[in-house]
């Protein structure tokens, strides 16, 4: 806690203290042209900054190749033609020519070197986006559906993300100062020695919090997943309010029972104009009542596993002097995304695009990044990522359907067969080899496992069947996989864990089924599984339903 002594508090918690301004010495160390990387010190506050000090683990046998990670903040997933043009250029001139999109709507440049941090950070500022706070001990991106509905609700529900992101946003003069004006800082100037963050103080969040916004009956964004979360409840397709959701999160540590993932409480119902304040009295309990003695157990979910929804409530009320109503009747249904054409509005049409992994890039049988760069420059659609790493481009014009289908069809995609079902229900981490927390494959694995369970499925007679498979080379759960009917985590190289059992609208937990499996030995344990499934399944239940009753034994939930 805050109030507890130095020698027990944590060295991110005594660092922050220390600069509260987030500067740390890290202009100093960008004019310094001799060395590739930041110190220690720097190297945790360059997260608040949206950028992750890594290195090439394919290299290390040849010594430490330093290279980072900027993340680009994105509210809601919704970027512009013109937006999106110059994150391609910056992935061209400066990263991997690939653009990531992430499983919180933003996008990933990966591979940028020392040399090129503020020329990307800089042109990221100049088309109206930022780094800030895509990473650190502060407020993440905030997510919203992206699916492209013409409805008050819709809009209204992005509006007060985006008010909420700005919000939420820290104030530090430093971000600027560093990669905008590139001046040199002083520490001693009162402009820093001064300087305390108006919502977050002097020692932030004792870990990251994460921020979403659903609108029922779909689940696209994993809301229950969540720190903090805001169901939309509607009358008449028009918004009246949310109920609010806090305590959930996936992050957790091989061989620690002590940490866990969590799906969020139902808090109770606000009326939509309450939103800032109730958000500021949760950061408020999160600051106080967090954990800053153990980062692995500081994630607010921990708060209200041990102290209980009723005391939270009670906790926020106070700050916020506002009485929760009780929480409204919502139902969620699924959770995917939709792909192909779809009706948008009047003579306007979105179309939603399997991007695997979320990884734009340009293969031999599929060049996704030319074809979209050309979308983009010649038909100026808006762009939205999506929580399951996908895209939908969006106000399109009926006359300029058959044109973008044959560009993409010119490098080598269909737009009107995307895949598998099991493909497009499917996510993976980044992981290997960029990765520092990655203990195994993940998305450069996750292509083989796919096919593999392709042919399962065609062997079995059910090449259709929807069932959401995850994978992620750590434990921390970036891809979300306790949410999935079929989830790998990676445990060593080569090993994962096999978890079952979540169901289609995301909003149950999946259980441990192996605690170490080979990779080579996955497909026969899928194999036995899924014939087992399509011999005992009921009339219509899904695999994560089958998977809790037959295996676990367990009823639905």
Known sequence: MINQQNDKKTKNEILKESCPSLAGSISQELSDPSSDHFSAEDYEFLKFHGIYQQDDRDLRKEGKKFIFMVRVRIPGGVITSEQYLTLDDLSREFADNTLRITSRQGIQFHKVIKSNLVNTVKKVNEILLTTLSACGDVARNIMASPLPVDSPVYKRVYEDALRLSSFLLPKTPAYHDIW???????????????????????????????????????????????????????????????????????????????????????????????????????????????????????????????????????EVEKRADFKFSAPQPFSFTKHNDSFGWHKY??????????????????????????????????????????????????????????????????????VNNQGSSIRLRSMACVALPTCGQALAE????????????????????????????????????????????????????GKYQIYLGGNESNTRLNRLYKDSINSEDIANELYTLLKAFTASRLPGEKFGDWCLRYIFKEQNQ
Request: net charge neutral.
């Open 180 to 314: 905008i004006d590139g001046v040199e800082i002083d520490l001693n100037s009162s402009k820093y020695t001064n300087f305390e963050d108006p919502l977050y103080g002097k020692a932030y969040l004792p870990r990251k919090f994460k921020v979403a916004f659903a609108i029922p009956p779909l689940n696209d964004i994993d809301v229950f997943t969540n720190c903090l979360g805001f169901v939309a409840i509607t009358e008449n397709n028009e918004l009246i309010g949310y109920n609010m959701l806090a305590g959930g999160g996936m992050g957790r540590s091989h061989g620690n029972q002590q940490t866990y993932p969590r799906l969020a409480d139902v808090v109770g119902f606000l009326p939509p104009d309450k939103v800032l304040d109730v958000t500021r009295a949760v950061v408020e309990v999160f600051k106080e009542f967090g954990d800053r003695t153990n980062r692995k157990h500081a994630r607010l979910k921990y708060v209200l596993a041990e102290k209980g929804v009723d005391w939270f409530r009670n």
């Open 345 to 414: 509005r009047d003579n306007e049409w979105f179309l939603g695009i399997n991007i695997p992994d979320g990884r734009i890039k340009d293969t031999e049988k599929v060049k996704m990044k030319t074809a979209l760069r050309q979308i983009a420059s010649e038909f100026r659609p808006e762009f939205r990522m999506t929580p399951n790493n996908n895209l939908y481009l969006v106000g399109i014009p009926e006359r300029h359907r058959q044109a973008i289908e044959d560009i993409f069809k010119k490098y080598g995609f269909d």
């Open 442 to 493: 993940a998305e450069r694995y996750m292509p083989d496992l796919l096919s593999q369970i392709e042919n399962i499925l065609n062997e079995l007679g059910i090449p259709d069947e929807p069932i959401t498979v995850r994978m992620t080379g750590c434990p921390n759960g970036c891809a979300r996989p306790y949410t999935a009917e079929i989830a790998f985590v990676g445990k060593a190289p």
